[in-house]
Every structure is written in structure tokens, then in C-alpha cells.
């Protein structure tokens, strides 16, 4: 048995999430502790209780799902859990290199946390969308978007799985690529409801300031290797790490590409750790023999460990 570890991105975040964590698990609860202590708020408290549009915002998203996923770790590393290889979708890239020691927790939680915020004042509200294209291979997506591109920016944001990709750039020309989409014979084709259009050329500002962010914080070596969203590779040292996330912001997001790759490399079991199982049915759709396992609440965390021999 050969097992990864995934982390997921934006868009898993719950009110709730992490609850059973933070009251059961004094390790649980330290990661909240540093974390609302870094952010001058009670973090713990969003997360548990609320309210939801304040969980929503981009800028508190992204921390408070890297501090779940990371709470929800630490009780499992205790119990002698480890993989010989971690991944995350987008923001949970940062959560993957923290697990790995790339980050040290409190860097990774101020990191997102402006990663969020530059993200959201990078493209004016409204301005940009995101759309799902489902039931269209690679090729007929891209050809769909270079179509659509007349009307403005658009680009394929994220190869999630065999026939889900994630467009993103500006709303009319996301719009008129939707048209198209559905034309050419896309099963279905579903806006999605964030703020910003990630990994895209619109977030190339962000980007920009994000670099000047890493510039300040320390980068250590990898414990494991990390499979990265903007080449879907094996990094293995902290001088990889800068440039690539810098890239990952607003590149296009290569998961299947990455699952496809630690397949490849023997890595016959996948637990995604954090809030929600959209990776675990993304991981189930890219490779079929895998055992694909989650944890984000007790029940799973005993399920996982039993499943795993534990």
C-alpha cells in the first residue's frame, strides 16, 4: 500500500466543519488557537458556528480551510498515520506543503489568507465567472474557449477529471463560451458561484503580490514530495516551491494530470483530509483501482484508520 494524502480547495468549506476536532483533540484546537491569533479573529468560532457568508469570503475561506485540514491531520500523524506523498487542489496546494513542512503553520495561515484577499481585489465584483463544463474532452474545451475568446478572457482553469473542466476569465466571454459549450454537446454546463476566477491570466496580479509574500517567508525542504496543480510533478525541494505556486495562481490547475501521475508512480491509496469529498469522487473518476478514503469528522477518521489496519 502506497498512500498520498489530498487536501481539498475552496468550495469545501462548511459551517461545522472541523467541530468534532477542535472539542475532542488538544492538537486540533492549537492549530485554531495560532490560527485566530495571526488573523486578530476567533477562527474556530467561523468555522463551528458561522455565520456562512462570512465563512464565504474569499479572504477567510482559504485560512480557515487550510486550519480544518490541518486540525483534522494532526490526530491521525498521532496515530501513526503518514503518506509518502501529499497533493492539494489550489488552495489546498499550501495545506499539502504545510503537511509536508514546506510552510511552517503560521507563514501557511497568513500566506492564504492574503493569497485570498489579493485574489479578490484582483478582478472588480462581477466581472469575472467560473463555469463547470461537463461531458467534453480537452481538446473540445479548449477550441471552445480559443472561440469564445473574441469576446474578452477566457481559458481553462482546471482539468478536475475525465470530462470536468473548469473554465474561468471574464463573465462575457465565459458566457459566450458556455453558448458554445452547450452547442458542440457538453452534457452540462453549470456557473459556479465564487468570487473570483482563479487560475486564469486575471489573476496574474495576484500573483505578482503573492510572490513578493513568499519573498518574506521561509521555505524548508520537503519531508515528502508534493505533486504540484501547474505541472502536475513530483517537487521535491523548497527552491521548486516559489515559483511554482506563484504560477499555480493563475495557470491552469492540472488535477487529473497529478492523480494520473502518483498512479503512475505506484500510489495505489488516496485519503483526502479536510472538509468534504469533492477530491475523494474526483480521485474515484481519474483512477478506478485506487482505494480512495476521506476524513473530516470522527465517523470518518475511524472508518479510515479501520479501512487502512489502523
Given at each position: 500500500?502506497?498512500?498520498?494524502?489530498?487536501?481539498?480547495?475552496?468550495?469545501?468549506?462548511?459551517?461545522?466543519?472541523?467541530?468534532?476536532?477542535?472539542?475532542?483533540f488538544?492538537?486540533?484546537?492549537?492549530?485554531?488557537?495560532?490560527?485566530?491569533?495571526?488573523?486578530g479573529?476567533d477562527?474556530?468560532?467561523?468555522?463551528m458556528h458561522?455565520?456562512?457568508?462570512?465563512?464565504?469570503?474569499?479572504?477567510?475561506?482559504?485560512?480557515?480551510?487550510?486550519?480544518?485540514s490541518?486540525?483534522?491531520?494532526?490526530?491521525?500523524?498521532?496515530?501513526?498515520l503518514?503518506?509518502?506523498?501529499?497533493?492539494?487542489h489550489?488552495?489546498g496546494?499550501?495545506?499539502?506543503?504545510?503537511?509536508a513542512?514546506?510552510?511552517?503553520?503560521?507563514?501557511?495561515?497568513?500566506?492564504?489568507?492574503?493569497?485570498?484577499?489579493?485574489?479578490?481585489?484582483?478582478?472588480?465584483?462581477?466581472?469575472?465567472?467560473?463555469?463547470?463544463?461537463?461531458?467534453?474532452?480537452?481538446?473540445?474545451?479548449?477550441?471552445?474557449?480559443l472561440?469564445a475568446?473574441?469576446?474578452?478572457?477566457?481559458?481553462?482553469?482546471?482539468?478536475?477529471?475525465?470530462?470536468?473542466?473548469?473554465?474561468?476569465?471574464?463573465?462575457?466571454?465565459?458566457?459566450?463560451?458556455?453558448e458554445?459549450?452547450?452547442t458542440?454537446?457538453?452534457r452540462?454546463?453549470?456557473?459556479?458561484?465564487?468570487?473570483?476566477p482563479?487560475?486564469?491570466?486575471?489573476?496574474?496580479?495576484?500573483?505578482?503580490?503573492?510572490?513578493?509574500?513568499?519573498?518574506?517567508?521561509?521555505?524548508?525542504?520537503?519531508?515528502?514530495?508534493?505533486?504540484?496543480?501547474?505541472?502536475?510533478?513530483?517537487?521535491?525541494?523548497?527552491?521548486e516551491l516559489?515559483?511554482s505556486?506563484?504560477?499555480?495562481i493563475?495557470?491552469?490547475?492540472?488535477?487529473?494530470?497529478?492523480?494520473?501521475?502518483?498512479?503512475?508512480?505506484?500510489?495505489?491509496?488516496f485519503?483526502?483530509?479536510?472538509?468534504?469529498?469533492?477530491?475523494?469522487?474526483?480521485?474515484?473518476?481519474?483512477?478506478?483501482?485506487?482505494?480512495?478514503?476521506?476524513?473530516?469528522?470522527?465517523?470518518s477518521?475511524?472508518?479510515?484508520?479501520?479501512?487502512?489496519?489502523?
Amino acid at each position: 500500500m502506497k498512500i498520498a494524502f489530498i487536501f481539498p480547495g475552496q468550495g469545501s468549506q462548511y459551517v461545522g466543519m472541523a467541530k468534532e476536532f477542535i472539542e475532542n483533540f488538544a492538537e486540533s484546537k492549537e492549530v485554531f488557537d495560532l490560527a485566530s491569533g495571526i488573523l486578530g479573529y476567533d477562527l474556530a468560532q467561523l468555522c463551528m458556528h458561522g455565520p456562512a457568508e462570512k465563512l464565504n469570503m474569499t479572504e477567510n475561506t482559504q485560512p480557515a480551510i487550510l486550519a480544518a485540514s490541518i486540525a483534522v491531520l494532526r490526530p491521525l500523524e498521532r496515530r501513526g498515520l503518514s503518506a509518502e506523498a501529499a497533493a492539494g487542489h489550489s488552495l489546498g496546494e499550501y495545506t499539502a506543503i504545510t503537511a509536508a513542512g514546506g510552510f511552517a503553520l503560521n507563514d501557511a495561515i497568513a500566506l492564504v489568507q492574503k493569497r485570498g484577499r489579493y485574489m479578490q481585489e484582483a478582478v472588480p465584483e462581477g466581472a469575472g465567472l467560473m463555469a463547470a463544463i461537463l461531458g467534453m474532452d480537452r481538446a473540445a474545451v479548449e477550441k471552445t474557449c480559443l472561440d469564445a475568446a473574441k469576446n474578452g478572457i477566457v481559458a481553462p482553469a482546471n482539468y478536475n477529471s475525465p470530462g470536468q473542466i473548469v473554465i474561468a476569465g471574464e463573465k462575457i466571454a465565459v458566457e459566450k463560451a458556455m453558448e458554445l459549450a452547450k452547442t458542440a454537446g457538453a452534457r452540462k454546463v453549470v456557473p459556479l458561484m465564487v468570487s473570483v476566477p482563479s487560475h486564469c491570466p486575471m489573476m496574474k496580479q495576484a500573483g505578482d503580490r503573492l510572490a513578493q509574500e513568499l519573498d518574506k517567508v521561509a521555505i524548508n525542504e520537503l519531508r515528502i514530495p508534493i505533486v504540484n496543480n501547474a505541472d502536475a510533478k513530483f517537487i521535491r525541494t523548497a527552491a521548486e516551491l516559489k515559483p511554482s505556486l506563484v504560477r499555480q495562481i493563475s495557470s491552469p490547475l492540472y488535477w487529473e494530470d497529478s492523480i494520473n501521475r502518483m498512479a503512475a508512480e505506484g500510489f495505489d491509496t488516496f485519503v483526502e483530509i479536510g472538509p468534504g469529498k469533492v477530491l475523494s469522487g474526483l480521485v474515484k473518476r481519474i483512477a478506478k483501482d485506487a482505494k480512495v478514503l476521506n476524513v473530516e469528522d470522527q465517523k470518518s477518521m475511524g472508518e479510515t484508520l479501520s479501512s487502512l489496519g489502523m
